[in-house]
Nanobody
Framework: QVQLVESGGGSVQAGGSQRLSCLASGSTDTIYYMAWFRQVPGKEREGVATIAIYGRTMYADSVKGRFTISQDKAKNTLYLQMNSLKPEDTAMYYC???????????????WGRGTQVTVSS
């Protein structure tokens, strides 16, 4: 089993920056792929960025050039650096992990409880 705990959410003004963290614990040696998703009420969970254990990254078009996903393997921590934030980035952000590469499909085996990001105009 793997446990994921997100942190770093909060309120920020448009144009600002925020960094989310996701601490993984448990059987972390079984994780090969991690991702950030986001969800707003009434909409499906949307993939934002993914990263493979060997470093491959992928971004949704809506965040490309503004968000950066990274990992610190020694700290078992996943990050999402968000710059030039827009009101439409407002959502609950979730960390996900699995041994399978699900890309932006929300079928990862492990999920955190989420952290809220609110961007005001």
């Amino acid at each position: 089993q793997v446990q994921l705990v997100e942190s770093g959410g909060g309120s920020v003004q448009a144009g600002g920056s925020q960094r989310l963290s996701c601490l993984a614990s448990g059987s972390t040696d079984t994780i090969y792929y991690m991702a950030w998703f986001r969800q707003v009420p009434g909409k499906e969970r949307e993939g934002v960025a993914t990263i493979a254990i060997y470093g491959r990254t992928m971004y949704a078009d809506s965040v490309k050039g503004r968000f950066t996903i990274s990992q610190d393997k020694a700290k078992n921590t996943l990050y999402l650096q968000m710059n030039s934030l827009k009101p439409e980035d407002t959502a609950m952000y979730y960390c996900a992990a699995d041994r399978i590469d699900w890309w932006f499909v929300a079928k990862y085996n492990y999920w955190g409880r989420g952290t809220q990001v609110t961007v005001s105009s």
